[in-house]
T-cell receptor
Framework: GQSLEQPSEVTAVEGAIVQINCTYQ??????LSWYQQHDGGAPTFLSY????GLEETGRFSSFLSRSDSYGYLLLQELQMKDSASYFC????????????FGKGTRLSVIA | NAGVTQTPKFQVLKTGQSMTLQCAQDMNHNSMYWYRQDPGMGLRLIYYSASEGTTDKGEVPNGYNVSRLNKREFSLRLESAAPSQTSVYFCASSDGLSEETQYFGPGTRLLVL
């Protein structure tokens, strides 16, 4: 089976740093993705990790530890516009199966 | 370049009515997907199409049918709508089935009374 666990809600202060964790148990693993979704909008792709370590894209970074079946999304210098839901997603294996999404973490950025 | 488009944006149905949700992409992607999103449940895959001419069931296919009309278009049909199908439906596409980057349409908000 496939299961991804992430916190349902996180609150953080504007200008601060927040980390959203994702642990997964899947029958296969090829990579971990992160998506952002604002209220009323569609999910949009943020980042992808296939190898262990940190990937940085501007204020956002994503980390993967394959041995721990764990990853996180790190958001720095939080802005109000970062208030959204964030989904982790696993690629179970290359070429044959679609992504499996977690249930999402709702991030609220407060002043 | 419109990306992924969906019609309609909103729909209200009565129990037992049928309807088809339309989805089209102009990115020449091979794979297309239909998801439903309910509060607290994340994105659940209904059906997907790895390539033109193929379709497969996802996590929650009951009550739905799909057609991959051509490479651009992938439709979702509710034959006899039920209140449990009240949801937001997203269509998405990607270059390949395991491609980590999926592009989502704006969604269809469906209410079944």
């Amino acid at each position: 089976g496939q299961s991804l666990e992430q916190p349902s809600e996180v609150t953080a202060v504007e200008g601060a740093i927040v980390q959203i964790n994702c642990t997964y148990q899947t029958s296969g693993f090829y990579g971990l993705s992160w998506y952002q979704q604002h209220d009323g909008g569609a999910p949009t792709f943020l980042s992808y990790n296939a190898l262990d370590g940190l990937e940085e894209t501007g204020r956002f970074s994503s980390f993967l530890s394959r041995s721990d079946s764990y990853g996180y999304l790190l958001l720095q210098e939080l802005q109000m516009k970062d208030s959204a839901s964030y989904f982790c997603a696993v690629t179970p294996e290359a070429g044959n199966t679609p992504l499996v999404f977690g249930k999402g973490t709702r991030l609220s950025v407060i002043a | 370049n419109a990306g992924v488009t969906q019609t309609p944006k909103f729909q209200v149905l009565k129990t037992g009515q049928s309807m088809t949700l339309q989805c089209a992409q102009d990115m020449n992607h091979n794979s297309m997907y239909w998801y439903r999103q309910d509060p607290g449940m994340g994105l659940r895959l209904i059906y997907y199409s790895a390539s033109e001419g193929t379709t497969d069931k996802g996590e929650v296919p009951n009550g739905y049918n799909v057609s991959r009309l051509n490479k651009r278009e992938f439709s979702l049909r509710l034959e006899s709508a039920a209140p449990s199908q009240t949801s937001v439906y997203f269509c998405a596409s990607s270059d390949g089935l395991s491609e980590e980057t999926q592009y989502f349409g704006p969604g269809t908000r469906l209410l079944v009374l």
